[in-house]
């Protein structure tokens, strides 16, 4: 393992600033994460399985929704044929 640290080599790679940008609004966004209200909510485990509720909930309401635009999106085309 030792004669094969010997032999590694190390590359540097230069970061331009759109780079750099990109890799500090990431970090930012990670530590948003760790200070987002619903990390406090689903500490608690009355709250969280509200939470799970709650996104089940939205979760099948943009499913009707989808397939309600799905079957309205067919009509529409159906209607422009037929005129």
């Known amino acids: 393992m ?4 010997k032999h590694a080599h190390v590359v540097e ?3 331009d600033e ?10 930012n966004a990670i ?13 608690s485990p ?7 509720i709650w996104q089940r909930e939205e979760d ?5 929704i989808a397939l309600r635009e799905t079957r309205m999106d067919s009509i529409k085309r159906d209607i422009f044929q037929l005129c």
Do not use: F, N, Y
């Open 2 to 5: 030792a004669s094969d640290l």
């Open 13 to 15: 790679i230069a970061v």
């Open 18 to 27: 759109e780079h750099q940008h990109k890799i500090v609004t990431a970090m």
């Open 31 to 43: 530590t948003a994460m760790h200070h987002h209200p619903l990390l406090e909510i689903s500490q």
């Open 46 to 52: 009355g709250h969280l399985l509200l939470l799970k």
């Open 60 to 64: 099948l309401s943009g499913r009707r």
